[in-house]
C-alpha cells in the first residue's frame, strides 16, 4: 500500500444490514472498498451492492448542483437561487390554499440517513401538511400497525434472535437476497445457514423457490395473499392439540382466550385449498413449531405488501407468543438500541397504545396511521378539486412514479401539479418532474449512524461513522431540510439555519432528558458540536448504555453491546401494561379474512409478486455500471405449465395486463415459481423522456407499478397490495 494510501471505516447506508466497509483512500479518491474484518458486527461481510457505492460516488450524473426548471428545462442555478425560486412559488400555495395543498413523499434511503431521521420531523412540522406519504405504504406499515396494537409502540417490532433459534419459520422474505429487512442482521445468509450447522431447521414459506429457500430445510409454495390463513391455521392447530403455551408470558398477556376462539374458525382442512399447502403439512409445521427448543416466526414483505398484511403480522407475533418464543433467547426478541429508541426511553405518565385515526384522507376517507396517509391514494388528492387538493409536491429521496402503485395515474396527476420540489442524487423518473432539484450529496461525504436500524437488530450494536471524503461540494443535507424548514415557517429563503440547528437541539434535550440526565447536562455535554453529531450525542449519552459520540468515535469498528436480552415487560407501552393479543380493530379486520375464506370467488387466475436481486437497490443504483452489467434481470418469471397454456416461451415476450395498466417484458419459464403466479421485480423502467441516467437508460426494463393496482389496499394500515395482483398474460 503506498503510503499516502489510508483507510477509513464506515458503515454502509444501502440497505438495512449496516455492513462494515474499509474504504482505501488516497487524499478523496476512493480506490477500493472491502468488508471490515474487524466490524463488531458483520466482522468483513459485505455484498456487491457495496462496490457499487465507489460507482456512486464517481458517478457523472449524480447531482452536485441545483436544477431550476425555465422554459420547460431543469437548468443549474445556484443554491441561493434555487431556495429563491422555492420560496417565491411555494408560500403563495401555502398562503392561498393551505398547508395541506402541499404534499410530501419520503422514499426509504431517509431510513438510512441520518439527517433526514433527526431534522425530518422538525420540517415536516414546519410545513405543518396532513398530506404525507412515505414508503412505510408499501412496504411494512402493518407490522408497525400490529406491533403498536400489541405491544404500544409502532418500532416495537420483534425481530428473530437468528443467531440463537433452532427453528426458524420465515414466511414472504428473502434475506439471502435482501439482507434482510425489519431485522438487521449482516450476513443474514451465513446467520441462517448456522442455524442448520447447529442442527436447527429452516421452514421457508413464499410463492417462489427463492435463494433463501434454497438454504433451507423446507420450502412450501404459498398462493399470494393467503398467509393469514396460514397463520390462522397454524395457532388452530397449536391449540387444538393442546401445544400453545406461553409460559411465564401467560399473565402478561390479554385476550388469549379471544385469540384462541377466532382460530377455531379456521382449521388446515378449511384453508389448505386456498394456500396451496395441505392440511397435514400446517399441522406438521405447527406441531413442529410448537416442539422446537427456540423458535422464531419471521415475515417480511411478501406479507405485508399484500391484502391482509396486517392480520398476517399480528399472527405471527401471536404465534411467537403460543409458543413461549416472544423475548426469550433463540425466539423473537425485542432489541435494545443505544440511541434515539422510543420504547427504551423512561415513560412519562400513562402509556397511549395505538391512537385512532386522527384524520382521513380527503377522497377515499382512508385513515391516517402514524401521521401519514396510503401513497396508494396519492394520486386522486391530486385529481380530485375542492378544498385541500393537493398542488404541490415535495419527494425527499424517494420515486414514486416507480415505487408506488398504478404508477401511471399518479405520473399523470404529478404533471398537473402547481410546483414541484425534489431532494435527490439523480433526476429520475420522479424528480424529472421537479420545478427545483436540490442534490443531496454522496453517502461519503456524509457521516453516518443508523439511528433507526440498530433498533431492529439481530445483535445490539452501536457504530458512528464519520465522512469518508471531506466534502463533495453539495451541503449536509440536513442543512438543506432546515433552510426548507425556514421557508415552511415563512422566515424567507435565507433562514439562520444554525440557529433552527439550537431548537432542534433544545427540544432533542427536553424530550430525552430524564431522572439520570437532565437535559442543560445533555446540551452542556455536546458542547461545540452541532448538526446530526450535537443530537446524536445527546441521544447517546441519555440512551440506556450512556455512551457518547466521543465513545464512538474511538471505537471504528462499531461497539458490540451484546446478544439480545429479555425487555418484557418493561418495553411494554400499552394502556393496559401488558401484550395486547386480541386487539379490537385488529379482531374486527378478522371478518374480513373469514368472508374471503368461505365466499370470496376463489381467484384462479395468474397474480403477480414482486421480486428483488443481489445487485439492485429498489429504483436505483441501476445507474452503476458494476451492478447492471450482464444478463436482463428485469423480467417476467412464469411456470412452465402456464408457459404452455399461454403459448409463452423462455427468452420471447410477455404482454403482461392488469386493470391499471399494460406493459411487455422477456420471459423467463422457471420451476422456481408456482403454478398460476407470476413475477416482475420493481424499480425498473428507466427509458422515459428527462431521466438523466444515461447507463440505467441502457438497461431499462419495465416499471411493474404501472400494473399495480391503488385500489387494493390492507384497510387497517393502508398498505399498497403490491403482491397477489391480478393479471392476465399473452405473448407479445
Ligand atoms: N411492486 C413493488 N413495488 C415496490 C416494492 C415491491 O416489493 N414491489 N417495494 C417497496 C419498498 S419496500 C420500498 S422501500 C419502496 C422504495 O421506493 P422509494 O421510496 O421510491 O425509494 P427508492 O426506490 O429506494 O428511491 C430512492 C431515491 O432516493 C435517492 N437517494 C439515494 N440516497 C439519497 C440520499 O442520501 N438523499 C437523498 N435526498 N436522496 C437519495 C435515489 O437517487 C432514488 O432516487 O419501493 C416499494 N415499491
Ligand atoms: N438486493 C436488494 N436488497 C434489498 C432491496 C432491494 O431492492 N434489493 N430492498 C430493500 C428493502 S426497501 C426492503 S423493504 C427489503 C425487503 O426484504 P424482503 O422482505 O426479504 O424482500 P423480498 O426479497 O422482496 O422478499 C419477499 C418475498 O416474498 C415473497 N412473496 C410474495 N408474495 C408473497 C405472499 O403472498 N406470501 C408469501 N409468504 N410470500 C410472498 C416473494 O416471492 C419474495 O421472495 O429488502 C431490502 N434489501
Ligand atoms: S448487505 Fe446491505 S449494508 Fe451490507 S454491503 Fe450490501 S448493501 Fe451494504
Ligand atoms: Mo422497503
Not at 402541499?102 to 398530506?131: C, D, E, F, I, Q
Not at 404465534?319 to 435494545?336: C, K, Q, S, W, Y
Not at 458540536?529 to 441521544?539: H, I, K
Not at 399461454?646 to 422477456?666: F, M
Request: charged content about 25%; hydrophobic content about 40%; aromatic content about 4%.
Amino acid at each position: 500500500m503506498g503510503e499516502d494510501v489510508e483507510i477509513r471505516y464506515r458503515t454502509c447506508p444501502l440497505c438495512e444490514a449496516t455492513c462494515g466497509l474499509a474504504i482505501e483512500v488516497r487524499g478523496d479518491d476512493i480506490l477500493r472498498i472491502t468488508g471490515d474484518e474487524e466490524d463488531v458486527f458483520s466482522r468483513g461481510y459485505i455484498c456487491p451492492k457495496a462496490h457499487g457505492l465507489k460507482a456512486l460516488h464517481e458517478d457523472p450524473d449524480r447531482l452536485r448542483t441545483p436544477l431550476v426548471r425555465h422554459a420547460g428545462e431543469l437548468i443549474p442555478a445556484s443554491w441561493d437561487d434555487a431556495f429563491a425560486e422555492i420560496d417565491r412559488r411555494l408560500s403563495p400555495i401555502i398562503s392561498a390554499y393551505g398547508r395541506d395543498a402541499v404534499a410530501v413523499y419520503l422514499g426509504n434511503p431517509n431510513a438510512h440517513n441520518l439527517s433526514s431521521l433527526l431534522y425530518g420531523p422538525l420540517w415536516l412540522k414546519a410545513l405543518g401538511t396532513r398530506n404525507v406519504y412515505s414508503a412505510s405504504t408499501v412496504d411494512q406499515m402493518p407490522k408497525q400497525v400490529a406491533a403498536a396494537h400489541m405491544f404500544g409502540h409502532l418500532l416495537s417490532v420483534p425481530v428473530p434472535d437468528l443467531d440463537r433459534t433452532q427453528h426458524l419459520l420465515l414466511l414472504g422474505a428473502n434475506p439471502a437476497v435482501s439482507n434482510g429487512s425489519l431485522m438487521t442482521a449482516p450476513d443474514a445468509r451465513g446467520r441462517i445457514r448456522r442455524i442448520r450447522e447447529r442442527g436447527g431447521k429452516v421452514v421457508v414459506v413464499d410463492p417462489r423457490r427463492t435463494r433463501t429457500a434454497e438454504l433451507a430445510d423446507e420450502h412450501h409454495f404459498i398462493r399470494p395473499g393467503t398467509d393469514a390463513l396460514l397463520l390462522f391455521a397454524l395457532v388452530h392447530t397449536l391449540v387444538a392439540e393442546g401445544l400453545a403455551d406461553p409460559g411465564p408470558l401467560a399473565d402478561l398477556c390479554n385476550g388469549l382466550e379471544e385469540v384462541e376462539a377466532l382460530a377455531r374458525e379456521f382449521p388446515p382442512e378449511a384453508v389448505a385449498e386456498r394456500c396451496g399447502i395441505p392440511a397435514g403439512e400446517i399441522r406438521r409445521l405447527a406441531r413442529e413449531l410448537a416442539a422446537a427448543e427456540r423458535a422464531a416466526v419471521y415475515a417480511r414483505i411478501g406479507t405485508t405488501a399484500q391484502q391482509f398484511g396486517t392480520l398476517a403480522s399480528w399472527l405471527v407475533d401471536v404465534l411467537n407468543v403460543l409458543t413461549g418464543n416472544l423475548d426469550r433467547e433463540g425466539g423473537a426478541m425485542f432489541p435494545l438500541a443505544a440511541a434515539g429508541q422510543p420504547n427504551a426511553r423512561p415513560q412519562r405518565g400513562p402509556a397511549k397504545g395505538a391512537r385512532p385515526p386522527r384524520w382521513h384522507s380527503r377522497v377515499r376517507g382512508l385513515p391516517e396511521t402514524f401521521g401519514e396517509l396510503p401513497v396508494a391514494c396519492l394520486a386522486e388528492e391530486i385529481e380530485t378539486s375542492g378544498d385541500g387538493q393537493v398542488r404541490a409536491l415535495i419527494t425527499v429521496a424517494g420515486n414514486p412514479l416507480v415505487s408506488t402503485p398504478n404508477a401511471g395515474r399518479l405520473e399523470r396527476a404529478i404533471r398537473t401539479l402547481d410546483f414541484m420540489v425534489s431532494i435527490d442524487v439523480y433526476v429520475n423518473e420522479t424528480t424529472r418532474y421537479a420545478d427545483v432539484v436540490l442534490p443531496a450529496p454522496s453517502p461519503f461525504a456524509r457521516s453516518h449512524y443508523d439511528l433507526a436500524l440498530y433498533q431492529l437488530a439481530v445483535r445490539n450494536v452501536a457504530h458512528y461513522s464519520p465522512p469518508v471524503v471531506a466534502d463533495d461540494g453539495v451541503p449536509e443535507e440536513w442543512r438543506t431540510l432546515l433552510r426548507l424548514a425556514g421557508i415552511f415557517a415563512g422566515q424567507g429563503p435565507d433562514a439562520d439555519v444554525d440557529a433552527l440547528d439550537d431548537m432542534v437541539a433544545a427540544g432533542l434535550a427536553q424530550r430525552e432528558a430524564s431522572e439520570r440526565v437532565s437535559a442543560e447536562e445533555l446540551l452542556r455535554a455536546s458542547e461545540g458540536l452541532r448538526g446530526p453529531e450535537r443530537l446524536l450525542d445527546m441521544l447517546l449519552r441519555a440512551g440506556p448504555y450512556g455512551l457518547s459520540l466521543e465513545e464512538l468515535r474511538a471505537a471504528p469498528h462499531g461497539i458490540d453491546l451484546w446478544p439480545l436480552k429479555p425487555r418484557l415487560p418493561e418495553l411494554l407501552r400499552t394502556p393496559s401494561g401488558k401484550i395486547e393479543l386480541a386487539p379490537e380493530p385488529i379482531v374486527a379486520d378478522v371478518e374480513r379474512l373469514r368472508r374471503f375464506l368461505s365466499d370470496g370467488p376463489v381467484h384462479d387466475g395468474l397474480l403477480l409478486i414482486g421480486r428483488r436481486d443481489l445487485r439492485s437497490n429498489n429504483s436505483w443504483m441501476h445507474n452503476l455500471p458494476p451492478l447492471v452489467k450482464g444478463r436482463d434481470r428485469c423480467t417476467v418469471w412464469v411456470h412452465p405449465h402456464d408457459a404452455a397454456r399461454l403459448g409463452l416461451r423462455d427468452g420471447g415476450r410477455a404482454r403482461v395486463r392488469s386493470r391499471t395498466g399494460t406493459l411487455e417484458a422477456p420471459v423467463e419459464v422457471t420451476d422456481a415459481i408456482m403454478p398460476g403466479v407470476v413475477s416482475i421485480p420493481h424499480g425498473w423502467g428507466h427509458d422515459a423522456p428527462g431521466v438523466r441516467l444515461s447507463v440505467a437508460a441502457e438497461h431499462a426494463g419495465v416499471n411493474s407499478n404501472l400494473l399495480a393496482d391503488e385500489e387494493l389496499l390492507d384497510p387497517l394500515s393502508g398498505n399498497a397490495v403490491l403482491n397477489g395482483i391480478p393479471v392476465e398474460l399473452e405473448p407479445a
